[in-house]
């Protein structure tokens, strides 16, 4: 991550911002600085070779997720070290109830972090997160802290582990495999998360316009096709639909006919700010409260096929 973009984009934004929305970019700034800083203690890809024996061309074609071929080694002191870094701001400045705040300062990771398979995290993070969700009530957490809010720090933290190695990983990917004339992977190509948004760029392209898809698992961005649901894939343009909210036009949904599912996409050019997908992702927000209305399809959006 690059944190002088960050604060720019976030100084860009805030300018404008209701007192709420200045807060939560405030909250996901410093969420920001405390991974980075993380992950250069860590300096987990150190050492990682990726994708030894395979061919990893190949499995970024056939959509295999890179790192479930070979995890990103994750250490389980140091992961309770992330953690209860991320939890000491949460429980500061989230906003959580005070008996929630008071557990998650003093809430003990290392327990959690010996219990879990870390290997796993660091292989298939998006499968970690539901197991641990799904069995939950074996780690043993103290009861004031909510399952939900408890998996948010451990997937936070997930990604200050895996980001240098995501990143080591993607680049031994040919440039070929990756932009050939092979079909674009629909999850993200090193973790197997969906992906987080997506962004329009301005001026690239064979079209002039390429898309780009973003992962805030891992923080790997990859080529995509600029007219295709990022869910299920289809590229029937007739079941695709642009919507924005009057006057934004940066900041738009893709929703899709075929799987009824909607993307958060990000038009570089209409936008007025410095274009860093951290922060993006953190002002996308509101837009996912626009998708959710009920008149989202009718009156709320301008429709822009
Ligand atoms: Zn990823
Ligand atoms: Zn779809």
Redesign the pocket.
Known sequence: MDLKLIDEAVAAYKKDASESDAARLEFFRKLYEIQQNRADAIAAADGYEPLPERDGDQDYIDAVPLLSQRSCPIDPTEFAQTCSDIAQHMADNAGLEDDVSKALRTLDWSDFCNKADLEKAGSMPPLFVEDCLRSFDDFGVDAAVPANIFMMVVSFAIRAHIQDVAAKAYAAVSDDAKTGNHARPLVCPVCGAPASLSVVESGVGIDGRARTQYCGTCGTVWPFDRLR??????QNPS??HYFHIEGDSAHRLLN??????YERVVFEEDLDKPLVNEVEDVVMARLDRVALDPRFRKETAADEK
């Open positions: 649901c990022g869910v299920c894939g289809t079941h695709l899709c006919e075929e799987c009824g599912q």
